[in-house]
């Protein structure tokens, strides 16, 4: 089946009310079982013409992201980039930590007059970014929020690339942290480390075995690694994986 190409619908009855600064926001990092869920938010500029392939990035191979996240760069009129680390996942769980991002990427704009963000509605976040509209598929609807998928995805990866190197055996150059086979069987053969969401319970009985009973992290919460390691746990340390990528604009 063809995958569906996103449209500017969303986008033009706000143009058309005067709106110039609508941002289109997505997440990526929810499933996996380890590493921080990192959030994109893009501004496009009013009557912009769509970068043909540009679609929900999940649809996309690794190469297809790369070749058209500087695009989505070079036509933007803002890029921000938010994460929340494995700590917060953990203290908050998955789902207020997603918010908590995308919160991030919004701020990171320098202004916004209105988001589209995917998925269903979000408790108080009106309070909190100003008016906003949801949409289920939004990736895969909606052109902006599209965009937005596609640099948070790049971002993540390059992320879990890093971290492969500082951690090898895990295949998360190749799996992003998912709980794939190669990931499962590092996991029992050399263990956890302090990327891995200690709050997945089905990571800890499923991946762990005998191992669960153990404060697996003690050490690391210790030594204060998981508060603020510079590849991935420090949200703020996703920037410099996006420095070519993030563009702000405060007009």
């Given at each position: 089946?063809?995958?569906?190409?996103p449209?500017?619908?969303?986008?033009r009855?706000?143009?058309r009310?005067?709106l110039?600064?609508?941002?289109?926001?997505?997440e990526?990092?929810?499933?996996?079982?380890?590493?921080?869920?990192?959030?994109?938010?893009?501004?496009?500029?009013?009557?912009?013409?769509?970068?043909?392939?540009?679609?929900?990035?999940?649809?996309?191979?690794?190469?297809?992201?790369?070749?058209?996240?500087?695009l989505?760069?070079?036509r933007?009129?803002?890029?921000?980039?938010?994460?929340?680390?494995?700590?917060?996942?953990?203290?908050l769980?998955?789902?207020?930590?997603?918010?908590?991002?995308?919160?991030?990427?919004?701020?990171?704009?320098r202004g916004?007059e209105?988001?589209?963000?995917?998925?269903?509605?979000?408790?108080?976040?009106?309070?909190?970014?100003?008016?906003?509209t949801?949409?289920?598929?939004?990736?895969?609807?909606?052109?902006?929020i599209?965009?937005?998928?596609?640099?948070?995805?790049?971002?993540?990866?390059?992320?879990?690339?890093?971290?492969?190197?500082?951690?090898?055996?895990?295949?998360?150059e190749?799996?992003?942290?998912?709980?794939?086979?190669?990931?499962r069987?590092?996991?029992?053969?050399?263990?956890?480390?302090?990327?891995?969401?200690?709050?997945?319970?089905?990571?800890?009985?499923?991946?762990?075995?005998?191992?669960?009973?153990?404060?697996?992290f003690?050490e690391e919460?210790?030594a204060?690694?998981?508060?603020?390691?510079?590849?991935?746990?420090?949200?703020?340390?996703?920037?410099?994986?996006?420095?070519?990528?993030?563009?702000?604009?405060a007009?």
């Amino acid at each position: 089946m063809a995958a569906i190409v996103p449209t500017l619908r969303f986008e033009r009855p706000l143009w058309r009310d005067g709106l110039v600064r609508v941002a289109g926001v997505d997440e990526v990092g929810v499933a996996p079982t380890c590493g921080a869920v990192v959030a994109a938010a893009v501004i496009m500029r009013p009557g912009c013409h769509r970068i043909p392939g540009v679609r929900d990035s999940k649809t996309l191979s690794a190469a297809q992201r790369e070749r058209l996240a500087p695009l989505i760069r070079r036509r933007a009129v803002a890029i921000g980039i938010g994460a929340a680390s494995v700590a917060e996942i953990d203290r908050l769980n998955i789902y207020h930590a997603t918010h908590l991002a995308m919160r991030r990427a919004i701020g990171k704009l320098r202004g916004h007059e209105h988001v589209l963000v995917d998925g269903n509605r979000i408790a108080r976040f009106e309070e909190q970014v100003g008016p906003y509209t949801s949409i289920v598929d939004g990736d895969a609807k909606c052109y902006t929020i599209a965009c937005a998928s596609v640099i948070a995805k790049v971002v993540r990866d390059r992320m879990m690339t890093l971290l492969a190197a500082r951690y090898p055996g895990y295949g998360w150059e190749r799996n992003q942290g998912y709980a794939t086979r190669e990931h499962r069987d590092g996991v029992r053969r050399l263990g956890l480390t302090p990327y891995h969401r200690r709050s997945f319970l089905a990571l800890q009985r499923t991946l762990a075995g005998d191992q669960t009973s153990l404060d697996l992290f003690g050490e690391e919460r210790a030594a204060g690694l998981i508060e603020g390691d510079p590849l991935g746990v420090d949200p703020s340390a996703v920037e410099p994986l996006a420095r070519d990528l993030v563009v702000t604009s405060a007009s």
